[in-house]
């Protein structure tokens, strides 16, 4: 149990709709990083907020969006689904700035894309 | 760029020890890391080295890095059914701290 949570567990969504995944981080952890894991791909790095800023994105286009707020927890945003975006949605909470380097993962959205 | 690979599968037998290898390519990697994840399930992180150490043990778990290879392994001793799972390397490097994975390997533990 990481203390990492993450909703809903499960999404389906068509085509072209937009949708909200939301996490909530480790208590005492400042930033909170995103990542997409397809079906039988390791996670790839969609973006990371760090006190309620952008800090550092990946390869993926602006319909990908985010918010941190001031309890850290966060949103992700996909707006203009592609049946692509069809994955395992996967948010991290860590400590940035300490020796700590550890990052939490949450259980995951899978989002379905029809 | 920034890229790490890993073998796809492994099979071994239970009581027997398991070697997960990877390897990376950026140069100023930070730390590397090794999580698991079982079927419909997140990422628990196992464990973590520091580049300039060359090994770090855990347990069951013995992490070896050769950084002049850029190659990292993991043993798992005496390998149990419960540790069947997806294992994947990442490594990390500057103030993100954003986590490159490795595309995993499935570790199938039989009796």
């Known amino acids: 149990e990481t203390g990492v949570t993450q909703s809903p567990t499960h999404l389906i969504k068509t085509r072209g709709q937009q949708v909200t995944l939301r996490c909530s981080s480790q208590?005492?952890?400042?930033?909170v990083s995103w990542y997409q894991q397809a079906l039988g791909q390791g996670p790839q790095f969609i973006f990371q907020?760090?006190?309620?800023?952008?800090?550092g994105r990946g390869n993926f286009p602006p319909r990908f969006s985010g918010l941190q707020f001031p309890n850290y927890s966060s949103e992700l945003n996909v707006n203009a689904l592609e049946l692509d975006d069809s994955a395992l949605y996967l948010c991290?909470?860590?400590?940035?700035?300490?020796?700590?380097?550890?990052?939490?993962f949450g259980q995951g959205t899978r989002l379905t894309v029809v | 760029g920034e890229d790490v690979e890993q073998s796809l599968f492994l099979s071994v037998r239970e009581g027997d020890s398991s070697v997960i290898n990877c390897t990376y390519t950026?140069?100023?990697?930070?730390?590397l890391y090794w999580y698991k994840q079982e079927p419909g399930a997140g990422l628990q992180l196992l464990t973590y080295?520091?580049?300039?150490?060359d090994m770090k043990q855990d347990q069951r778990l013995t992490v070896l890095l050769n950084k002049k290879d850029k190659h990292l392994s993991l043993r798992i001793a005496d390998t149990q059914t419960g540790d069947s799972a997806i294992y994947f390397c990442?490594?990390?490097?500057?103030?993100?701290?954003?986590?490159?994975f490795g595309t995993g390997t499935r570790l199938q533990v039989f009796p």
């Open positions: 990442a490594e990390s490097s500057g103030n993100t701290d954003k986590l490159i």
């Open positions: 907020y760090y006190r309620e800023e952008e800090n």
């Open positions: 991290a909470s860590s400590l940035v700035g300490t020796a700590n380097t550890e990052a939490f």
């Open positions: 208590s005492g952890h400042n930033t």
């Open positions: 080295i520091f580049s300039n150490m």
């Open positions: 950026d140069s100023s990697s930070t730390y």
